[in-house]
């Protein structure tokens, strides 16, 4: 069950919204620099804690605009301006797992950065509820995002349900028709 409460979207400014991204951003940070692996370098780290929370901010600009359209289908009455500042809050899931990475980096690192490790014991266990907490976020995060929209919209929760799942659906599709459209011309060229 959602919690009806507008008071972000009547109270608050997209430069409230912004704030909550580059903080979110930065909290998961740790995630992101795991990738980097050896070109981890003090030019680079810099760069990523600039560049990072740039990046969110312009891509939930992108990312709102599909609840938002889709959401007009349903007969949502959000502006996009709303639907940005409140999608911003699903940011939130995403900073807790900063920390929880960080944690396993200092218990584990091995295990956390070579993808080759093979795991065991203690290893195998912090893998083991790390992955379970990332899954919880994860449907988190979505709840969060499903709250919201329906909240901006003044829509019901199924509605705003289907609002988020018609996009990613329509993307999984497009992803899916692409990589075939690639294997079939990589392989008759063969």
Same mark, same amino acid.
């Given at each position: 069950?959602?919690?009806?409460?507008?008071? @972000?979207? *009547?109270?608050?400014?997209?430069?409230?919204?912004? +704030?909550?991204?580059?903080?979110?951003? %930065? @909290?998961?940070?740790?995630?992101?620099? @795991? #990738?980097?692996? *050896?070109?981890?370098?003090?030019? /680079?780290?810099?760069?990523?804690?600039?560049?990072?929370?740039?990046?969110?901010?312009?891509? @939930?600009?992108?990312?709102?605009?599909?609840?938002?359209?889709?959401?007009?289908?349903?007969?949502?009455?959000?502006?996009?301006?709303?639907? =940005?500042?409140?999608? &911003?809050?699903?940011?939130?899931?995403?900073?807790?797992?900063?920390?929880? =990475?960080? !944690?396993?980096?200092?218990?584990?690192?091995?295990?956390?950065?070579?993808? #080759?490790?093979?795991? &065991?014991?203690?290893?195998?266990?912090? /893998?083991? %509820?790390?992955?379970?907490?990332?899954?919880?976020?994860?449907?988190?995060?979505?709840?969060? &995002?499903?709250?919201?929209?329906? *909240?901006?919209?003044?829509?019901?929760?199924?509605?705003?349900?289907?609002?988020?799942?018609?996009?990613?659906?329509? !993307?999984?599709?497009? %992803?899916?028709?692409?990589?075939?459209?690639?294997?079939?011309?990589?392989?008759?060229? +063969?």
């Amino acid at each position: 069950m959602c919690i009806r409460d507008s008071y @972000l979207i *009547e109270h608050k400014t997209i430069g409230f919204a912004i +704030m909550i991204i580059t903080i979110c951003t %930065i @909290l998961s940070l740790p995630i992101n620099l @795991l #990738d980097a692996g *050896e070109m981890l370098t003090w030019p /680079f780290l810099i760069a990523i804690v600039i560049f990072s929370p740039l990046f969110a901010i312009f891509g @939930l600009f992108i990312t709102a605009f599909f609840p938002w359209a889709i959401g007009k289908l349903f007969k949502g009455t959000s502006t996009y301006t709303d639907m =940005y500042k409140v999608m &911003s809050l699903a940011s939130i899931p995403a900073a807790a797992m900063g920390p929880i =990475y960080l !944690i396993w980096f200092i218990v584990s690192p091995d295990s956390l950065l070579n993808p #080759d490790f093979i795991y &065991s014991g203690l290893d195998m266990a912090i /893998f083991a %509820i790390v992955m379970l907490i990332s899954f919880g976020l994860g449907i988190w995060s979505f709840v969060v &995002s499903i709250c919201v929209v329906a *909240e901006a919209h003044q829509i019901s929760n199924w509605k705003a349900f289907f609002t988020l799942l018609i996009p990613a659906a329509v !993307i999984i599709i497009f %992803i899916f028709a692409l990589a075939a459209l690639v294997a079939f011309l990589f392989f008759s060229t +063969m």
